[in-house]
């Protein structure tokens, strides 16, 4: 009987959980730019990243973000007897932008910086380029800009 190989994930669910962890982070930065309605929220995010990123729903993210105090409602009245919910982002919410933009960059750039040593980093180590498993300064200074 031979034993199949599973993978951990699909590309598709790798996606899935990517989008997932990203989601509040577009949502702050769609508010700090402008108020927008949940919809109009899901619709920008879904043109600006050209269709990349769809959600089906956006709740989850504006009552986390809406709890914490970093997203704030307002309503208001479009027609008659219709009213939309505008959201926007507040200072606590500005703050939390700033922090997840700059570790969200930190995690990205680590990881670009580890897939772009693919086929180089232990062929370095092996003809002693690399005597203390360090990696060229050349190579590291292209992801610190």
Do not use: W
Not at 62 to 78: G, H, N, T
Not at 91 to 103: A, M, Q
Not at 133 to 138: L, R
């Amino acid at each position: 009987m031979i034993k199949k190989l599973r993978i951990t994930g699909k590309e598709d669910s790798f996606a899935e959980s990517l989008q997932s962890c990203l989601g509040e982070m577009l949502v702050l930065f769609l508010l700090k730019q402008k108020p927008m309605y949940t919809y109009e929220i899901t619709q920008e995010i879904h043109r600006i990243s050209d269709g990349i990123f769809t959600y089906k729903s956006l709740y989850p993210y504006i009552y986390r973000l809406k709890s914490a105090d970093c997203i704030a409602e307002q309503s208001q009245e479009v027609a008659k007897n219709r009213t939309r919910i505008y959201f926007h982002i507040t200072d606590r919410g500005r703050e939390h932008l700033v922090n997840i933009k700059k570790k969200y960059r930190q995690l990205t750039t680590a990881a670009d910086m580890m897939l772009d040593l693919d086929e180089i980093i232990y062929h370095m180590e092996e003809n002693s380029a690399s005597k203390n498993n360090q990696i060229p300064h050349s190579k590291l200074t292209e992801y610190q800009a």
